[in-house]
């Protein structure tokens, strides 16, 4: 292992191996397929909820969300609050790789990474992504003065690579001739992405470098039925065709720009490609509102709020933060904030009074309506529809829990939750769409990693330990992952052992952040149908 050779971190947001696999085996991503010969590969399992805050937060610093605290796009105020606002740096309340290899004396260079902004003090470079606005990446670039550097780069542009709003416009309504915009419009992003990386690595000379490629989760949302094999129309129109082919070009695409990044890093370099969860087809949508309120545990404020005409399939994106008005409260004792966290909450007041309402009977709550959930069948073929029912202290442990919902849903194939009332418990799309999975991917290339291996199942958690060490760092006996010792060569841990140190201490929080993080009503608007755009919403 060179001390002196780079840590590349390749992160494919929501990339799955059954889409990868196909595209390699079809000629069209011949790098990765490379990468796969020349390195080790396995399932990288994703964490309660796998989404992509939580889930990229919980890769970067080895614990689970109830270690960190980011449970959602959208975070709690404070236990017990019924109001959310947007998740940001100052959410992470731990450690993370890049701040434990600039504390000793390495150098990072973090691209496109959600939760970045405000920026940290590291010792390097921060290019932030995510729900980063396009007009205040000026203030998300760290060090000062390197957004002024980087506007001398030609492929370097904000708002193509940062600006909700193009994407929404490209998608909202979803009509069919502007899907192929979508797609072509992730092409030109990842291009730039990728410049700027390439860029950066020549001048930065970093240690640690870290891009992550966030189209692959775009597309799959929107596009799913034109990437999976086994959802491709049997006899495409010539419309049907074209996305597919663009879909195509864009995995194609994205397998060059790896390929020359990683040309860029050397030869001795460790390569890391890791996506924070995976992807799969679904068609289902449940009303999880319309289900508590059915079942007695919620109100609604009125019978026009209840009886508001929106679409079956609409999840709720664009009413998130309706909650707060939409629910009675004097009566209403479980609710579901926000459809992506997969999750619901028991309020801490008595209905109707200041009185806290006692932990047995939350607890009661919570036994009933995991028995509840677990007893629904899908209309369509009177199959379970939840796999899964997890409590807060299962999903959740660690000092940040209370922040998290109280219970945690895993529906069967992966269906999608609505907030919004519904005559509808259960809709159903007319064609599937792609949503999250558990099964994420895992490869790695480099000195002392097997070669054309397949690894049993690993974590995302797993993957900070593994970069650190080979940094030559040591590992903070608190992460809850481990060193992966299975992608290892015999001897190579004999050779590099793992080092420990002690838990790391929260980070301080920022100072003279406040006016970053308070975005313009157009900004949080744009935040909103962003999310709306990635196809939690019809």
Excluded at 15 to 40: C, H, K, N, W
Excluded at 328 to 347: E, K, L, N
């Amino acid at each position: 292992m060179n001390s002196k050779a780079p840590v590349v971190l390749l992160g494919l947001d929501g990339a799955t191996f059954s889409v990868l696999d196909p595209y390699i085996q079809d000629g069209v991503m011949p790098f990765l397929g490379e990468l796969m010969r020349d390195g080790t590969r396995g399932v990288l399992r994703s964490i309660m909820p796998p989404l992509t805050p939580p889930a990229w937060t919980s890769l970067v610093t080895g614990k689970h969300p109830g270690q960190h605290g980011v449970f959602d796009f959208f975070q709690k105020d404070e236990p017990g609050s019924i109001y959310f606002s947007f998740a940001s740096s100052q959410n992470v309340h731990t450690a993370t790789i890049w701040s434990l290899a600039s504390e000793q004396d390495r150098k990072i260079l973090s691209l496109n990474f959600p939760l970045m902004f405000p920026a940290p003090p590291v010792n390097g470079a921060i290019v932030p992504g995510g729900m980063m606005p396009w007009r205040q990446l000026r203030l998300g670039c760290h060090p000062p003065g390197l957004f002024q550097r980087l506007q001398q780069l030609e492929a370097f542009e904000p708002r193509e690579m940062l600006d909700m709003e193009l994407e929404v416009k490209a998608i909202d309504g979803c009509p069919e001739e502007e899907y192929a915009d979508w797609v072509e419009l992730h092409i030109r992003r990842e291009k730039r992405w990728a410049a700027v990386a390439r860029h950066l690595m020549a001048e930065e000379q970093a240690d640690l470098i870290g891009i992550m490629f966030d189209g692959v989760d775009k597309l799959q949302h929107l596009c799913w039925r034109f990437i999976d094999p086994a959802c491709r129309p049997a006899e495409p129109n010539e419309w049907e065709q074209h996305m597919i082919d663009l879909c195509t070009s864009y995995f194609r695409s994205l397998d060059g720009l790896l390929s020359e990044i990683v040309a860029d890093a050397g030869p001795d370099a460790t390569i890391v490609v890791a996506s924070d969860h995976g992807f799969g087809p679904t068609q289902d949508v449940f009303h999880v509102n319309s289900w508590l309120e059915r079942e007695g545990y919620l109100f609604w404020t009125s019978e026009e709020e209840r009886a508001k005409k929106r679409e079956a399939t609409d999840v709720g994106f664009a009413e998130m933060t309706r909650h707060v008005h939409a629910i009675d409260w004097t009566r209403t004792v479980a609710y579901s904030a926000t459809p992506s966290s997969q999750g619901i909450h028991i309020v801490e007041k008595i209905p109707g009074t200041d009185g806290r309402m006692p932990e047995e009977a939350r607890a009661k709550i919570a036994v009933e309506l995991a028995a509840a959930l677990m007893e629904l069948r899908r209309p369509a073929d009177g199959l379970p529809l939840v796999d899964e029912v997890w409590t807060r202290e299962q999903a959740f442990a660690g000092p940040f829990e209370a922040l998290g919902p109280d219970l945690s849903m895993v529906l069967a194939d992966g269906g999608t939750l609505s907030i919004l009332p519904s005559d509808e418990i259960v809709a159903r799309r007319a064609q599937p769409r792609g949503h999250h999975r558990w099964e994420g991917v895992f490869i790695a290339k480099g000195p002392g990693i097997r070669k054309g291996a397949e690894v049993e199942e690993l974590t995302l958690v797993d993957i900070a330990p593994l970069l650190l060490h080979r940094l030559g760092l040591p590992v903070p006996e608190d992460m809850a992952g481990r060193l992966p010792a299975s992608i290892f060569e015999p001897g190579e841990l004999a050779a590099h052992p793992l080092r420990l140190a002690p838990a790391s201490p929260e980070p301080e929080a920022l100072v003279g952040v406040a006016d970053a993080l308070e975005l313009e009503p157009e900004e949080q608007a744009a935040l909103v149908e962003r999310l709306r755009a990635l196809g939690y919403v019809e």
